[in-house]
């Protein structure tokens, strides 16, 4: 049971350059995540999707572009990369918090290490 | 704006001791409160999930209570060991479907 994908696993970019990160779930979780980790910040949310067609900011959404290409796959886009975004990137999805929906429980990929040079 | 916080920030013990990692967050309006482990240069596993409604949740030597209208959470690690250590993250999930995380707990179990 492969839970939560995300590639590449490693990357390195110049400045400018553009690249997407692929995240796909294999749980039939309506509700994805793309957040982003560093040293002293955390974990910061940059969009999500609640549910297949749909997508919204988060915390951190500048340089960013997603798309939900369908229920299992969710994906971040960099159109002009800055060393700013140099970061570890996550994946996560969820069931969702409808009334019904019994498992909201949230599973991470193994993450996407970005530098930007 | 939801702001969990996370004490201690470093933790250091001897095998075999238990010990308890805090969370606490400040608008009480959450649907569940999740614990992960993250592992160093690694993704976070989900550890234990605890559904507002509910008090505790346990798994093997893993207990996490919520108190919701005092805005804490424990995670409650019982006869530690080596390889518990990792970093202890604490989540809230929001009406709004939006996870917050806290700053997370470094724990290190000494053999």
């Known amino acids: 049971n492969a839970g939560v994908t995300q590639t590449p696993k490693f990357q390195v970019l110049k400045t400018g350059q553009s690249m997407t990160l692929q995240c796909a779930q294999d749980m039939n979780h309506n509700s994805m995540y793309w957040y982003r980790q560093d040293p002293g910040m955390g974990l910061r949310l940059i969009y999500y999707?609640?549910?297949?067609?749909?997508?919204d900011k988060g915390e951190v959404p500048n340089g960013y572009n997603v798309s939900r290409l369908n229920k299992r796959e969710f994906s971040l886009r960099l159109e002009s990369a800055a060393p700013s975004q140099t970061s570890v990137y996550f994946c996560?999805?969820?069931?969702?918090?409808?009334?019904?929906?019994?498992?909201?429980?949230?599973?991470f990929g193994q993450g996407t290490r970005l530098t930007v040079v | 704006k939801q702001e969990v916080t996370q004490i201690p920030a470093a933790l250091s013990v001897p095998e075999g001791e238990n010990l308890v990692l805090n969370c606490s967050f400040t608008?009480?309006?959450?649907?569940?409160l999740q614990w992960f482990r993250q592992d160093p240069g690694k993704g976070l596993t989900s550890l234990l999930l605890i559904q507002s409604s509910q008090r505790e949740q346990t798994s093997g030597r893993l207990n996490a209570s919520l108190d919701k209208s005092s805005g804490r959470s424990t995670l409650y690690i019982a006869a530690s060991q080596p390889g518990d250590s990792a970093t202890y993250l604490c989540a809230v999930r929001d009406y709004g479907q939006n996870f917050v995380f806290g700053p997370g707990t470094r724990l290190s179990v000494l053999p």
């Open positions: 996560a999805s969820s069931g969702g918090n409808r009334a019904g929906v019994r498992n909201t429980e949230a599973f």
């Open positions: 999707s609640a549910s297949e067609g749909t997508t």
């Open positions: 608008d009480s309006a959450i649907y569940n």
